[in-house]
């Protein structure tokens, strides 16, 4: 389709070629409007939002250091595309609710295979890794060493995990049964192996639970006796979303191009996202 700009016959007559630059440049600009306006579309969020509410597992009470690097990490992604962003704490299960009724826009903090068990459909991976998740198991200084999730059947003693946790329970529930003990927080964690209800307390987050125990005057007492699990974790939205899900991913890997992601990973005293 040709299209033919119209200019006014008192342009014209001033100077043809300053018509003729208008015709060019109007021609042009009829071209790229339709380019212009799917652009547009494409960043825009529904209902004309600019705003968007993620939500995580991770407690800042019980782990400040996480929470605060998840929402630095957000808030760079948002900053990139032009959004603002928030971020709450609610507990695992609330959390994925959230997310798939739409109260939240996301969530931080979930593995690669989070629905494939098909309880939360509405859940849109952003497959780009943010943080990996490193599975620790502490006990008392005096206990063996574990490095698996197998070491840890094998030793025959409970094993506490924090309510939420869906990798312990999918890993040892079926293995373990009743052995498998669900606690609140890590200082009732600790307490309980103090008490010698367990042998072995999991946690997904190292630096927290060093900091509690410094806290709790245990240094000494419980140890680190080994990782037995280290996973990619990744942000999801909701499939409202679904249109700026590809903006995102592009984001974060931007992000890791340009050394930012690196950036917060190290400030935060994390190492870096592993490449799937």
Known sequence: ???HPVISASTAQYSPSLARVLAVFLTIAMLLAPFAGSQAADTALPSGQ????????VDPAERPALFQLFE??????CRRLQYSCSLQFFPAARAAAMVESGEADGENYRIFNFTAD???PRHLLVDAPLFTATFVAWGKANNARVNSWDDLITQGQPVIHLYGSKIVVNRLGARM?????PTHS?????????ADRAGYFITSDSR????????MRLDGQISRLGVVESMDTYLYLNDKHRAIVPKF????????????LDTLLLEAGELKAKSR
């Open 1 to 3: 389709m040709t299209i």
């Open 50 to 57: 600019r705003s968007l509410q993620f939500v995580t597992l």
């Open 72 to 77: 630095k990490l957000n808030h760079e992604i």
């Open 118 to 120: 098909g309880k939360n």
């Open 177 to 181: 049964g009743n052995g498998l003990l």
């Open 186 to 194: 890590v200082e009732s964690g600790l307490n309980m192996l103090l």
């Open 208 to 215: 927290g639970v060093d900091q509690k125990i410094s806290q």
């Open 249 to 260: 991913k592009r984001a974060i890997e931007e992000m890791r191009r340009d050394g930012t």
